[in-house]
């Protein structure tokens, strides 16, 4: 972060993924343009994670093929959507735990387009690597988006939604847990998603 109230886009000294996930309720009707809206918000997503400090990032869509940004970043098609948010998270949260060179995610549903890069670089900040973070932006005192969780959250996360926790009520649980990143100065994010 400048003294200036900016943020830096460098990346993180710990890699952190950055993960979009795309809230659709129509999956199982043809593409077209309709989904024009939905790509360039998917595109604003992944540049603010890619500016505020993510190494990889990820795109995890349902069975709907709406075009990502494939150069910067890599896109997950998950049946999962088909089941719910929480399996879709689940299986997101999967694929990254995978990667273990990664220190943790940075998570935005693709309708948070207001969160920008300068929140994302924040959270990141906050987390400071801990594999134990959760650090989540607030607006105005609400908490909303991003959030991240450090590695060990990652895998907590997927034990929790698999015992049938879902995603907000985990967010509940941990909020004792939780930094909350003051990012009123940023913006008034819209309070949807998780």
Excluded at 35 to 60: H, K, M, R, S, Y
Aim: proline share 6%; with cysteine.
């Amino acid at each position: 972060m400048r003294s200036d109230g900016g943020c830096d886009s460098a990346v993180a000294a710990d890699a952190v993924a950055g993960m979009v996930l795309v809230a659709r309720g129509d999956e199982r009707n043809p593409a077209g343009d309709v989904d024009i809206p939905q790509a360039q918000q998917i595109w604003t997503c992944t540049a603010n994670l890619a500016a505020g400090g993510c190494a990889e990032i990820f795109v995890a869509l349902g069975e709907r093929v709406i075009p990502a940004p494939a150069t910067t970043s890599t896109t997950l098609y998950l049946p999962e959507w088909y089941h719910s948010l929480d399996k879709t998270s689940q299986s997101a949260l999967m694929f990254v735990d995978r990667h273990p060179v990664m220190s943790g995610v940075v998570v935005l549903t693709a309708d948070s387009i207001t969160s920008g890069a300068c929140a994302v670089a924040r959270v990141i900040e906050a987390a400071d690597g801990d594999p134990e973070a959760i650090c989540r932006a607030e607006y105005g005192g609400t908490p909303l988006q991003p959030i991240y969780l450090g590695a060990e959250r990652i895998r907590e996360a997927i034990a929790e939604i698999d015992a049938g926790t879902p995603v907000f009520r985990y967010l509940l649980a941990h909020a004792g847990d939780m930094v909350r990143v003051d990012c009123s100065d940023l913006g008034d994010a819209a309070p949807i998603g998780l």
